[in-house]
């Protein structure tokens, strides 16, 4: 497979996809955040100072997905058709999941990556007070479909 983001004198460049298809796209992305039982205990009771943790790391993942062209150089500004971040308690955290979607001729892995990166990054900013080893893992792209490459599915 070739790489198409250098131009003919193997500099960066933003590839050109004014030719390719419309097609219906999404991507599905994870992360988890790992705390320990008494910070995850005050997330879920709604006991952090700074607020609604999960509310507020929604907004912010949202947020990202529909900026990430203003984050990661090489990303198509890319006009969403939808964007949703949902959360799973878990024994050792809370597991992010976000679902992006457009209609476009690029995909919208990236945002959706992005999308759980932010959120997590913004449980840890609301509660780096109480626990500042918080570990955010496992950020991958679980699933995708549309475009030329086809639909992908994360198999560990």
Same mark, same amino acid.
């Given at each position: ?37 008494? $910070? ?81 990054? $913004? ?34």
């Amino acid at each position: 497979m070739e790489f198409t983001h250098f131009n003919d004198q193997g500099l960066a460049r933003m590839v050109d996809i004014s030719e390719k298809n419309v097609t219906y796209r999404t991507a599905v992305a994870t992360a988890l955040v790992k705390m320990n039982d008494e $910070t995850l205990r005050k997330v879920k009771n709604g006991d952090i100072r700074k607020g609604n943790v999960l509310a507020v790391a929604q907004v912010a993942g949202i947020m990202a997905a529909k900026n990430t062209a203003f984050t990661i150089p090489m990303c198509h500004q890319i006009s969403l058709t939808g964007a949703d971040i949902t959360f799973d308690f878990e024994s050792n955290g809370i597991r992010i999941i976000s679902t992006v979607k457009c209609k476009g001729e690029t995909g919208v892995e990236m945002e959706a990556l992005h999308a759980v990166t932010v959120s997590a990054l $913004t449980i840890y900013d609301m509660c780096k007070a109480i626990q500042k080893d918080i570990e955010i893992t496992d950020i991958h792209l679980v699933s995708k479909t549309g475009g030329k490459s086809g639909d992908f599915t994360y198999k560990r």
